[in-house]
């Protein structure tokens, strides 16, 4: 018979080693001192940076969608929009890991998809899903990292960030 501290140990590590993974999901906020308050992206480099007071704090490979040049237009094109947007929606439940909601179309788009007589798109937003070496674009016009990456800049990036989109 194990002794009483021998028991303890291994009772505090069967309640690690059955902690469920959701416990600790979605990784919280980082402090505000540390977090990101801008976001530009690149779209003919295929990069993401992320911002503090005019300064790169982080910098991620992106994907794009099938038709990565030109700004999204209408709903099914597979483009990435370009222009000022702001982020605005967290979905820790997204199909794509964790994703962050770009306010397009703005009223800009919407004027221009209205005079065009089509339907602007939107849910276009930042997430997870692209395996490790995955060199292709493949969205429907989002903007795509791998999980661990978009853990990171989940983290970092609070609701209302602006975000700049360049071709």
Same mark, same amino acid.
């Given at each position: 018979?194990?002794?009483?501290?021998?028991?303890?140990?291994?009772?505090?590590?069967?309640?690690?080693?059955?902690?469920?993974?959701?416990?600790?999901?979605?990784?919280?906020?980082?402090?505000?001192?540390?977090?990101?308050?801008?976001?530009?992206?690149?779209?003919?480099?295929? @990069?993401? *940076?992320?911002?503090? *007071?005019?300064?790169?704090?982080?910098?991620?490979?992106?994907?794009?969608?099938?038709?990565?040049?030109?700004?999204? @237009?209408?709903?099914?094109?597979?483009?990435?929009?370009?222009?000022?947007?702001?982020?605005?929606?967290?979905?820790?439940?997204?199909?794509?890991?964790?994703?962050?909601?770009?306010?397009?179309?703005?009223?800009?788009? @919407?004027?221009?998809?209205?005079?065009?007589?089509? *339907?602007?798109?939107? *849910?276009?937003?930042?997430?997870?899903?692209?395996?490790?070496?995955?060199? @292709?674009?493949?969205?429907?016009?989002?903007?795509?990292?791998?999980?661990?990456?978009?853990?990171?800049?989940?983290?970092?990036?609070?609701?209302?960030?602006?975000?700049?989109?360049?071709?």
């Amino acid at each position: 018979m194990l002794s009483w501290h021998t028991r303890i140990p291994l009772l505090l590590m069967a309640c690690v080693v059955t902690m469920p993974a959701w416990a600790a999901w979605p990784p919280p906020l980082a402090p505000a001192s540390q977090r990101a308050d801008e976001i530009h992206v690149v779209k003919h480099q295929r @990069r993401m *940076d992320l911002l503090r *007071d005019g300064k790169v704090i982080r910098s991620y490979s992106i994907r794009l969608g099938d038709q990565p040049r030109g700004h999204k @237009r209408q709903q099914g094109d597979e483009r990435t929009p370009e222009g000022r947007y702001t982020i605005t929606y967290r979905n820790p439940n997204s199909a794509f890991h964790l994703s962050l909601r770009i306010s397009y179309p703005n009223a800009a788009d @919407r004027a221009q998809a209205r005079a065009r007589g089509v *339907d602007p798109g939107g *849910d276009i937003v930042i997430h997870g899903g692209t395996p490790p070496g995955y060199w @292709r674009d493949w969205t429907d016009g989002c903007i795509a990292l791998m999980d661990k990456q978009m853990e990171e800049v989940w983290s970092l990036v609070p609701t209302g960030t602006p975000i700049v989109i360049d071709p």
